[in-house]
């Protein structure tokens, strides 16, 4: 079964750190294309961060850039996603999710999700 | 960077109704586009990608079309299971961009 599941969420202070993981299993991850979408309380859906399979192209939202850093280890199969001077903005429920073009290029939709992970910073 | 605006935000509808939603993009993307299917609680799930190409599983009472700058999802026969909130995304490249979201409720 093609499956994503995040970790590392949890309650920060703000200009904390946290570090979020996604295991992935059932596919071969080292081929695909990966990205991280976060959701606020009650909003909607806001792209992250984007890394291509051999981590050669990374993208990053204009509201991130500079504090979070998307990587990942095909031999361990996971994505992770550092996020620096964390902000109450920054509170969400954070996905993962598989781009499916395994040519190398990017179909920019994404086919699998994970559950997501929460993240709350508050003082 | 490429704005996506749906319309409407929020609909009620009854079981059975056939439902559009629109999705306009700020400027011309072909058939670039994916809509996707939330629950509450839940991962966004992928319902069509290429403005009208249903992802395998999806049944076909979902359908989508349009090009360029405007494009619509339609549900011929609501069920009980589609109420949820339904986003689109363009696909012509980074930053990605998701429309603010249509809820369908129950009437």
């Known amino acids: 079964e093609v499956q994503l599941v995040e970790s590392g969420g949890g309650l920060v202070q703000p200009g904390g750190s946290l570090r979020l993981s996604c295991a992935a299993s059932?596919?071969?991850?080292?081929?695909?294309?990966m990205n991280w979408v976060r959701q606020a309380p009650g909003k909607g859906l806001e792209w992250v961060a984007y890394i291509s399979s051999g981590s050669g192209t990374i993208y990053y939202a204009d509201s991130v850039k500079g504090r979070f850093t998307i990587s990942r280890d095909n031999a361990k199969n996971s994505l992770y996603l550092q996020m620096n001077s964390l902000r109450a903005e920054d509170t969400a429920v954070y996905y993962c999710?598989?781009?499916?073009?395994?040519?190398?290029?990017?179909?920019?939709?994404?086919?699998?999700w994970g559950k997501g992970t929460t993240v709350t910073v508050t003082s | 960077d490429i704005q996506l605006t749906q319309s409407p935000s929020f609909l009620s509808a009854s079981v059975g109704d056939r439902v559009t939603i629109t999705c306009r993009a700020s400027?011309?993307?072909?058939?670039?586009l994916a809509w996707y299917q939330q629950k509450p609680g839940r991962a966004p799930k992928l319902l069509i990608y290429a403005a009208s190409t249903l992802q395998s599983g999806v049944p076909s009472r979902f359908s989508g079309s349009g090009s360029g700058t405007e494009f619509t999802l339609t549900i011929s026969s609501l069920q009980p299971e589609d109420f949820a909130t339904y986003y689109c995304?363009?696909?012509?490249?980074?930053?990605?961009?998701f429309g603010g979201g249509t809820k369908v409720e129950i009437k």
């Open positions: 059932g596919f071969s991850f080292s081929g695909q294309h």
């Open positions: 999710a598989r781009d499916p073009d395994s040519s190398g290029y990017s179909s920019y939709y994404l086919d699998v």
């Open positions: 995304q363009q696909l012509i490249g980074y930053p990605l961009a």
């Open positions: 400027q011309g993307i072909s058939s670039d």
